[in-house]
């Protein structure tokens, strides 16, 4: 599906200044949280180790697993923010909530898309939980919602949800777009049906969740 850009390459010469030798260890770091993201059953232990990582690799700006260099240039496989969810994601419940959300308050600065990316799917598979971590928290609940437009860009099963990068890659065959503001609240039930049982008790961030998507597909036109 991907094009020529089917493997990111992102140009080192900033990134050669920035970190030096540091880069070999970074590398190191990264790979205990592949590790980590291959463990069948993941504890709370090996969530604060992956938290711990995670957020030393972001400090130092190392967001992106370098497989390996070639001309000054690095080719990356893995994000950070996307291999540190997986490994939440692994965890489940609340306590697998709770570290995600901890990693979005560390991160709270970035820009990065695949934050929302992240926070999005796990809505989907703890739906209430995150919901009761959010509460009425607008920033977060607006993050919530920028990741469902774009997950759910292409209707309620996302055909690309095992791709890493997708904010950054260009498709040679790009599916086609299914979410519109008239199907919006739709696709939204279709994707989480189980909050249809909860809707009053969740008013307030389902109607905020659906009515901001909405006003977002509306300014696309």
Request: glycine share 4%; charged share 25%; aromatic share 14%.
């Amino acid at each position: 599906m991907k094009s020529l850009f089917l493997i990111l390459i992102i140009t080192l010469t900033f990134a050669f200044s920035l970190f030096g030798q540091q880069c070999d260890s970074c590398k190191m770091d990264f790979d205990k949280l592949l590790r980590l993201n291959k463990k069948t059953v993941i504890g709370q232990i090996d969530l604060e180790r992956g938290l711990q990582i995670t957020k030393k690799l972001y400090t130092l700006r190392y967001v992106d697993y370098i497989e390996k260099v070639v001309n000054n240039e690095s080719i990356v496989s893995h994000s950070l923010t996307r291999t540190y969810s997986e490994i939440c994601f692994k965890a489940g419940g609340e306590i697998g909530v709770d570290y995600y959300f901890k990693y979005l308050a560390y991160t709270n600065e970035s820009a990065e898309e695949e934050r929302s990316y992240a926070l999005e799917k796990l809505f989907v598979k703890y739906p209430m939980i995150v919901l009761n971590r959010i509460g009425k928290n607008l920033e977060l609940l607006d993050l919530l919602t920028w990741g469902f437009l774009n997950n759910r860009y292409y209707g309620a099963k996302n055909p690309l949800d095992n791709e890493d990068y997708t904010a950054m890659t260009i498709y040679k065959n790009t599916p086609k777009p299914v979410l519109n503001k008239d199907n919006c609240k739709k696709i939204f039930f279709e994707t989480i049906p189980s909050l249809k049982d909860k809707y009053t008790k969740y008013k307030f961030q389902i109607d905020y969740i659906i009515n901001t998507a909405i006003k977002s597909l509306k300014e696309r036109k």
